[in-house]
């Protein structure tokens, strides 16, 4: 089976940080480019970070030079590290998994909750 489970969200002040993880099993987890959605209530899902299996990095313009995405093949883990939050960054956030191979599946985490307020 497969399973990606987010953990390390929760409230924090603007300004703050917070630093999500996603431990995935039952995928052959280095060779899968890595991703983290949000979804905020009212508006549509929303690719934020991405790494490749290569370990090359793209993030939406508005989370640029404030989170960063890296992983841990070893563990099969990949991380969000959220700096300088602000309230519009609060969401869920979703792990996703995905090879660049014509009819792989893709896959999802449960989500974890953001909340960014004072």
């Known amino acids: 089976q497969v399973q990606l489970v987010e953990s390390g969200g929760g409230l924090v002040q603007p300004g703050g940080s917070l630093r999500l993880s996603c431990a995935a099993s039952?995928?052959?987890?280095?060779?899968?480019?890595m991703g983290w959605y949000r979804q905020a209530p009212g508006k549509q899902r929303e690719l934020v970070a991405l790494i490749t299996s290569g370990s090359n990095t793209n993030y939406i313009n508005s989370v640029t030079g404030r989170f960063t995405i890296s992983r841990d093949n070893a563990k099969q883990t990949v991380y969000l590290q959220m700096n300088s939050l602000k309230p519009e960054d609060t969401a869920v956030y979703y792990c996703?998994?995905?090879?660049?191979?014509?009819?792989?599946?893709?896959?999802w985490g449960q989500g974890t909750q953001v909340t960014v307020s004072s």
């Open positions: 039952g995928i052959n987890f280095r060779i899968y480019a």
């Open positions: 996703n998994a995905k090879r660049d191979v014509i009819g792989s599946n893709t896959y």
